[in-house]
């Protein structure tokens, strides 16, 4: 047993794990990946206290052992699997809501609460965090800003950054360092070195409590969807709406294929997929909150603006509530939810670019086009809008991929980079809820160009020995001095090797 573990159990006792059962759990996630590229941390913690994990960081940095951070691992592109091994920190054991400010209307959680866990502890206030993605049951709300996740409510209020007032980090100096205020909304004093935390994939530091701005419940929502024959129509129309003054909490653009991953509620009860007449290309779904009164104007209004621009509202509402049960309101039970029956051996893959406003058909097109060439199984595109008040697309582009398959695993990986790579051909960019994982670090250069060297100078920064979920975001030069003085993939029970085979930082041959 490598030195640095004696180390841990001598600082955190039973909270270190190292059987082969308790650290395989932790070798995958959500992405496509044969079972060959599982990668088994060396040591699984189980911190409660931002001490623990301030012991295991430096205990880390001092024997130069890589540190990955997890949640859920719900994550679709990788960003918590330890593809070098070394200490996984799971990060769910801590999951306190610290404090409820219901006066100034403000939470503050452990890093490993979940969001559904922030809701639940918001509810008795009438307040709530409209930043939530649909898999708010097991996402902590230290990878929705490490992810810097999409929400179901992006139309109105915006990525994490828009809610995000404080982080607190054990960076890779083994310091714990609080960044942003936990009572001021916003503030124009200092840095906003917390920005930074959103999208970082654990690669700056340990998120390990956060303060997020809460909003005040509404008395009423409504959710509908509406029939366009293009999804440039539906993108004029949320325009249209816009200029009316509606504010709109969600908007999602489903191609046709895409709304039957949302309609198990729908099968189980009609016994058939629902029908959607051969003209609509694009089938929007469109929240609405507020007082009973303006909603019921708004509502309104929007169906009008619709009519007239040759949209059709779903009249069925078993359509509509079977989109809404899958995408928000039930437990997160996703398989039993969302997969066909004759997909039970395949997973879900998605690429996540987004494309700028206008460019979404032709985008749409490509996405067909790049599935069909490397020979994928197409599950749809649905196109949230993320950005408040205005129209700004996270595209959500999904296949089924045999996970067993190592040949279809490895042509999703192509069409994962070409997909990326078209949208910023597009002047878009490649990622907008996943992140760069280890998948994108070959071809970062493309879309940042020469920003990527200032991205190499701030995680020094933080992280001045590479410790901190190495492989992920950046290839840099300190990241080879990490694991120098690690157990080493296999040293404690039998570790998978790194990806790429070469040990090398950046598992480049993805
Ligand atoms: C059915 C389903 C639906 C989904 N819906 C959405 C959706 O609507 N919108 C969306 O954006 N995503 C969605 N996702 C993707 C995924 O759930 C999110 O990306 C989510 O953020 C992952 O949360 P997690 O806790 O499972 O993170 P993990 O997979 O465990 O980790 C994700 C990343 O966060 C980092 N991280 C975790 N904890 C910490 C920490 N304490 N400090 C620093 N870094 C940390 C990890 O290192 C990793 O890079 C969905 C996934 C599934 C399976």
């Known amino acids: ?77 990788g960003g918590a699997v330890p593809i070098h091994g070394g200490i996984y920190i799971d990060a769910t054991s801590m999951n306190r809501i610290i404090e409820v400010d219901a006066a100034n209307q403000t939470v503050r959680a452990q890093g490993g ?150 309609t198990h509620a729908y099968k189980e009860k009609h016994g058939h997929e629902p029908e959607v007449p051969d003209w609509a290309e694009a089938l929007l779904a469109i929240i609405l909150s507020g007082d009973r009164k303006v909603l019921d104007f708004n509502k309104k209004y929007a169906f009008k603006i619709a009519s007239e621009m040759g949209g059709q509202p779903v009249k069925e509402r078993d359509i509509v509530e079977s989109w809404w049960i899958s995408k928000h309101t039930l437990a997160f039970e ?21 494309v700028p406003m206008g460019r979404l058909e032709e985008f749409y097109r490509a996405f067909v086009a790049t599935a069909e060439k490397h020979q994928l199984q197409i599950l749809g595109m649905n196109a949230y809008l993320e950005h408040p008040n205005s129209i700004g697309f996270s595209c959500s582009c999904a296949l089924f991929v045999n996970y067993r398959d190592q040949g279809e695993v490895d042509r999703f990986r192509r069409y994962f ?50 410790i901190m979920n190495p492989g992920k975001k950046l290839r840099w030069e300190g990241e080879g001095k990490c694991g120098a003085g690690a157990a080493g993939a296999g040293s404690v029970g039998g570790g998978a090797p790194a990806p790429g085979g070469d040990g090398a930082a950046g598992g480049g041959g993805r």
């Open 1 to 77: 047993m490598a030195a640095y573990v004696d180390e841990l159990r001598a600082a955190l006792g039973e909270r270190v794990r190292t059987e082969d059962f308790e650290r395989f759990a932790y070798g995958a996630d959500w992405s496509p990946r044969t079972p060959k590229e599982v990668f088994p941390p060396d040591v699984v913690i189980l911190p409660r206290e931002t001490e623990d994990v301030r012991k295991a960081v430096e205990i880390a940095l001092r024997h130069g052992v890589p540190v990955t951070a997890g949640g859920g691992l719900t994550g679709m592109a």
């Open 113 to 262: 609460a979940t969001m559904q866990e922030i809701l639940d502890a918001l509810e008795p206030h009438g307040l709530w965090i409209p930043n939530l993605p649909e898999s708010k049951w097991s996402c902590t709300v230290a990878s929705e800003i490490a992810c810097d996740n999409d929400s179901t409510f992006g139309m109105r209020w915006g990525k994490i950054l828009n809610a995000l007032l404080s982080v607190e980090v054990v960076t890779g100096r083994a310091e714990v360092v609080e960044f942003g205020h936990r009572k001021a909304h916003f503030s124009s004093s200092g840095y906003k070195v917390k920005d930074l935390f959103a999208g970082s994939e654990g690669t700056l530091g340990v998120i390990t409590a956060a303060t997020l701005k809460a909003e005040p419940v509404a008395d009423g929502r409504s959710v509908d969807m509406i029939l366009f024959p293009s999804m440039t129509r539906a993108v004029g129309y949320l325009d249209r709406l816009l200029k009316a003054g509606l504010a709109i909490d969600g908007a999602h653009i489903n191609c046709k294929r895409r709304l039957r991953f949302y």
């Open 334 to 354: 996703p398989y039993k939810q969302k997969w066909p029956k004759s997909q039970t051996d395949k997973k879900f893959g998605a690429c996540d670019p987004g």
């Open 417 to 466: 980079e070409e997909l990326s790579r078209i949208a910023v051909d597009m002047g878009g960019t490649m990622s907008t809820y996943m992140g760069d994982t280890d998948l994108r670090v070959p071809y970062l250069e493309y879309e940042h160009g020469s920003a990527v060297a200032y991205f190499r100078e701030l995680k020094k920064v933080f992280d001045p020995k590479g």
